[in-house]
């Protein structure tokens, strides 16, 4: 759940922090990915998970095509994966789970064990886009480069595009650093199934891609709804909103 306050100064609550409460569960799923477009979140309410009991990280060397494969092959199996990156032909997996699960998967899968703290530091790196890859990225958007987030289906093939290239969630999310044209990235994007952001650096043709006319007017609808002033971040996601 969550609580906003909207362009008219009024102060409205979605959602609760029971987990069966689903009142107002439609205005606050508007919220996420809204970009402060409709308003100001005061309070959230957020499931959370216990930490895992055990949790092993291992490496693979692998090229991106083979490591499509791969996860793909794991995805459809009862493993305690929870989270993978790929990235310049290395390939890490986390298990995560009962101590027992994790240690029958690491026999299975093979590969080779990062140390702890190690595998630690890279993945709060990577959660918090400050390891090795958004390092690099940074840097190319200072020399013009743009930083695409890619969302496409697990099961979509490597891309032929320039620049580095960083694969998540088992092949559904896919980070590009290029100076390839927002026409290349979204037409790209939108073959595998998907869509593309220009999540930071250069942004000629925006951050999303255009809507169609129906998506569109729900769009300008919601945010007339919400901040008929235009008032919250105008144009963060599409020039007429």
């Known amino acids: 759940g969550a609580t906003l306050l909207n362009g008219r100064a ?18 606050s799923r508007r919220l996420a990915g809204s970009r402060g477009l409709l308003g100001v979140l005061c309070e959230v309410s957020l499931k959370v998970l216990p930490v895992p009991v055990a949790s092993t990280t291992l490496r693979f060397e692998l ?9 793909n092959t794991w995805g459809g199996q009862p493993l305690p ?3 993978s990156a790929w990235w310049s032909g290395m390939l890490v997996l986390r298990l995560s789970g009962a101590a027992a699960a994790v240690q029958s998967a690491a026999r299975t899968l093979g590969g080779e064990v990062v140390d702890p703290p190690l595998a630690a ?13 958004f390092a690099t990225a940074r840097q190319a ?13 697990q099961t979509a093939p490597a891309t032929a ?29 939108a ?15 925006g951050v999303l891609a255009p809507l169609s ?8 609808q919601l945010k007339a709804a919400f901040d008929p002033a235009r008032i919250f971040n105008p144009g963060r996601l599409y020039p007429d909103l």
């Open 121 to 133: 530091g890279f993945w709060d790196g990577l959660r918090d886009h400050s390891d090795e890859f």
């Open 191 to 205: 073959r595998l199934g998907g869509h593309a952001t220009a999540f930071a650096g250069g942004k000629p043709g």
């Open 10 to 27: 009024e102060g409205l609550s979605g959602g609760g922090q029971g987990r069966k409460n689903v009142a107002g569960y439609d205005v």
């Open 141 to 153: 958007i200072a020399h013009g480069a743009t930083l695409w987030r890619l969302s496409v289906p």
């Open 161 to 189: 595009l320039p620049g580095e290239h960083l694969v998540e969630w088992g092949g559904a999310q896919r980070w590009v650093v290029t100076t390839a044209s927002p026409a290349t990235l979204r037409e790209l994007a």
């Open 81 to 83: 994966v929870n989270a």
């Open 63 to 71: 090229d991106e095509a083979q490591a499509l494969k791969q996860l």
């Open 213 to 220: 006319p129906p998506l569109a007017r729900i769009h300008q």
